[in-house]
């Protein structure tokens, strides 16, 4: 977007302007910065005191109970995802399209209102308890643990396979559907060579969003006391300055790059054919029409019935027991939505550049620049947090009084959340781009702008939809971040996810009522602004 360029003529013949490239490139710098501090941390440890720790019982118990959390939430999230995809797109199951939006609303949820709503449903002396005790069961099935935990994180990420499957089931050819009906081939049989490859790749991006939620989560394995490496991180984190929190940090990093190789290798290079599309020839499923239901209907009770009402209860209970300091405030509100709409909009303008860059320049460097800035996406909140600390911390200790002090500041939580996030900006901003007619642009040109002008005038208009689309997106996940949130956030910063998190911690589920219903109203209308902006850029 300036008049300095550099030509690249190995990779488009092309010119690349050198502002732009500069100004990308510090932005994804930026973004990887902060994990330098982790690696910048081990080196003080010693060797033999690093293998120790990271061959010790405590360790190995950890990596097997992540590794096993990841594995069973991934596969019940492709056994729920996959067929309620295949139920809502290409079958005549009763009311689809309310099913439809009931299947994809558990993803407003954040996990670790589940898990406790869960626990307070399904625990010890919980409410399905009390109801089962006039027929004699005096107890239920233990909730804590890893089943626990995979039931909690399966039904809040299943949706992403769900959503990924089903754009893909949505431009299906049938074509493909009616060949294999005139080679005599069975419907299952169908499915499982035709369909089913075709989707594969829709798929194993869905399960990939999954397995990277199960390795960061960090609320529900602590809700449900199961040890793995987030919890474990946070627990080590508060003995400040210790050498075994940065080493389970790098293994996890270890962990998530080993996640995105095998993905990598699972996902084919095939795409969906165009065509006619699989919402025209539905599947006919006769007598078992109304049956299917059950499906989509008993994972939405589970997800999000159960949920309302265990929060609904608590609301009723809120008077019980009144403790004014863990009571609720509406500066929570202010706080989370103040800081939300910050790393919203520093989001936005930082996505800007880089998304320009990656959208209009086919080069390297481009491609480079933005898979940096997904860095910060991949790798979990509780981790990113920590680096966070030793990097505050470290600048704190080494500028003495000369600089403002960066730990346990407002602006370090902001950055934190966008290097957290930026991702959700630059892809959309960077598929509105994509868009964009280029010789609009060059008319614009040819009536005498700049290309900055240009850009001003022509494109951003154009692509203002998708830059609010992901901004909102920015906001909604921040609003629902946990471990960057109670790690980073100043002394006295309260806001609703802490409210929620500090209720849990004191057993007193009640004061997590009122800002659970208003973290999923905000979530909610949110996503009504997300799905506004789609419609409006059609």
Same mark, same amino acid.
């Given at each position: 977007?300036?008049?300095?360029?550099?030509?690249?003529?190995?990779?488009?013949?092309?010119?690349?302007? +050198?502002?732009?490239?500069?100004?990308?490139?510090?932005?994804?710098?930026?973004?990887?910065?902060?994990?330098?501090?982790?690696?910048?941390?081990?080196?003080?440890?010693?060797?033999?005191?690093?293998?120790?720790?990271?061959?010790?019982?405590?360790?190995?118990?950890?990596?097997?109970?992540?590794?096993?959390?990841?594995?069973?939430?991934?596969?019940?999230?492709?056994?729920?995802?996959?067929?309620?995809? &295949?139920?809502?797109?290409?079958?005549?199951?009763?009311?689809?399209?309310?099913?439809?939006?009931?299947?994809?609303?558990?993803?407003?949820?954040?996990?670790?209102?589940?898990?406790?709503?869960?626990?307070?449903?399904?625990?010890?002396?919980?409410?399905?308890?009390?109801?089962?005790?006039?027929?004699?069961?005096?107890?239920?099935?233990?909730? &804590?643990?890893?089943? $626990?935990?995979?039931?909690?994180?399966?039904?809040?990420? =299943?949706?992403?396979?769900?959503?990924?499957?089903?754009?893909?089931?949505?431009?299906?050819?049938?074509?493909?559907?009616?060949?294999?009906?005139?080679?005599?081939?069975?419907?299952?049989?169908?499915?499982?060579?035709?369909?089913?490859?075709?989707?594969?790749?829709?798929?194993?991006?869905?399960?990939?969003?999954?397995?990277? =939620?199960?390795?960061?989560?960090?609320?529900?394995?602590?809700?449900?006391?199961?040890?793995?490496?987030?919890?474990?991180? =946070?627990?080590?984190?508060?003995?400040?300055?210790?050498? &075994?929190?940065?080493?389970?940090?790098?293994?996890?990093?270890?962990?998530?790059?080993?996640?995105?190789?095998?993905?990598?290798?699972?996902?084919?290079?095939?795409?969906?054919?165009?065509?006619?599309?699989?919402?025209?020839?539905?599947?006919?499923?006769?007598?078992?029409?109304?049956?299917?239901?059950?499906?989509?209907?008993?994972?939405?009770?589970?997800?999000?019935?159960?949920?309302?009402?265990?929060?609904?209860?608590?609301?009723?209970?809120?008077?019980? $027991? =009144?403790?004014?300091?863990?009571?609720?405030?509406?500066?929570?509100?202010?706080?989370?939505?103040?800081?939300?709409?910050?790393?919203?909009?520093?989001?936005?303008?930082?996505?800007?550049?880089?998304?320009?860059?990656?959208?209009?320049?086919?080069?390297?460097?481009?491609?480079?620049?933005?898979?940096?800035?997904?860095?910060?996406?991949?790798?979990?909140?509780?981790?990113?947090?920590?680096?966070?600390?030793?990097?505050?911390?470290?600048?704190?200790?080494?500028?003495?009084?000369?600089?403002?002090?960066?730990?346990?500041?407002?602006?370090?939580?902001?950055?934190? &959340?966008?290097?957290?996030?930026?991702?959700?900006?630059?892809?959309?901003?960077?598929?509105?781009?994509?868009?964009?007619?280029?010789?609009?642009?060059?008319?614009?040109?040819?009536?005498?702008?700049?290309?900055?002008?240009?850009?001003?005038?022509?494109?951003?208009?154009?692509?203002?939809?998708?830059?609010?689309?992901?901004?909102?997106?920015?906001?909604?996940?921040?609003?629902?971040?946990?471990?960057?949130?109670?790690?980073?956030?100043?002394?006295?910063?309260?806001?609703?996810?802490?409210?929620?998190?500090?209720?849990?911690?004191?057993?007193?589920?009640?004061?997590?009522? +009122?800002?659970?219903?208003?973290?999923?109203?905000?979530?909610?209308?949110?996503?009504?602004?997300?799905?506004?902006?789609?419609?409006?850029?059609?």
């Amino acid at each position: 977007m300036t008049e300095q360029e550099v030509v690249e003529p190995e990779e488009t013949g092309r010119a690349v302007p +050198v502002g732009l490239s500069l100004v990308s490139g510090a932005i994804a710098a930026a973004m990887v910065f902060p994990l330098l501090w982790l690696f910048i941390r081990v080196q003080d440890v010693e060797l033999a005191r690093a293998l120790e720790l990271t061959a010790s019982p405590e360790t190995l118990d950890i990596l097997l109970n992540s590794l096993l959390l990841m594995g069973l939430v991934t596969g019940f999230s492709i056994l729920l995802g996959v067929p309620l995809a &295949y139920l809502t797109v290409r079958t005549n199951l009763p009311f689809r399209r309310f099913w439809t939006v009931v299947a994809a609303l558990p993803l407003v949820i954040p996990s670790y209102v589940g898990a406790f709503a869960l626990v307070s449903a399904f625990g010890p002396s919980g409410e399905f308890e009390s109801l089962l005790a006039p027929l004699g069961v005096e107890r239920v099935p233990e909730i &804590y643990g890893l089943p $626990g935990a995979t039931l909690a994180i399966t039904l809040y990420t =299943y949706p992403y396979v769900y959503l990924t499957t089903r754009a893909a089931l949505l431009t299906f050819d049938d074509r493909l559907v009616e060949a294999s009906q005139t080679l005599n081939q069975g419907r299952l049989r169908t499915v499982r060579r035709v369909i089913l490859p075709q989707v594969r790749p829709a798929v194993a991006a869905g399960a990939l969003l999954a397995a990277l =939620y199960a390795l960061s989560d960090f609320g529900t394995p602590a809700i449900m006391r199961l040890p793995v490496f987030t919890r474990q991180i =946070y627990v080590e984190n508060q003995q400040f300055g210790s050498d &075994y929190a940065a080493l389970l940090s790098l293994e996890l990093l270890a962990v998530v790059l080993v996640v995105l190789a095998l993905e990598w290798r699972v996902r084919s290079n095939r795409t969906v054919s165009g065509g006619t599309t699989g919402t025209e020839n539905r599947v006919d499923l006769g007598l078992w029409r109304w049956p299917a239901m059950l499906v989509p209907a008993t994972v939405a009770t589970a997800a999000l019935a159960v949920p309302s009402w265990i929060l609904l209860l608590w609301v009723r209970n809120a008077g019980e $027991g =009144y403790r004014p300091n863990e009571s609720f405030e509406w500066i929570q509100v202010v706080n989370s939505v103040g800081i939300a709409a910050a790393a919203a909009v520093v989001a936005a303008l930082l996505a800007l550049p880089v998304a320009y860059f990656a959208a209009n320049h086919e080069s390297r460097l481009a491609l480079v620049f933005e898979r940096l800035t997904y860095v910060g996406f991949a790798v979990p909140g509780v981790v990113l947090g920590l680096a966070l600390v030793y990097f505050g911390t470290g600048f704190d200790g080494a500028a003495g009084d000369a600089l403002p002090a960066v730990y346990q500041t407002v602006p370090l939580l902001v950055f934190a &959340y966008v290097v957290r996030f930026l991702p959700q900006a630059v892809g959309s901003a960077r598929t509105s781009l994509l868009q964009v007619d280029p010789h609009l642009v060059e008319a614009g040109r040819v009536l005498g702008e700049t290309s900055l002008g240009a850009f001003r005038r022509v494109t951003l208009p154009l692509v203002r939809s998708g830059i609010v689309a992901g901004a909102a997106l920015v906001f909604l996940t921040t609003m629902k971040e946990l471990p960057v949130t109670i790690i980073l956030r100043p002394t006295g910063f309260e806001t609703i996810v802490t409210q929620i998190w500090d209720a849990q911690n004191s057993g007193l589920y009640q004061y997590a009522a +009122v800002p659970a219903l208003l973290l999923l109203l905000i979530s909610g209308l949110s996503m009504l602004v997300i799905l506004a902006q789609e419609r409006r850029g059609l």
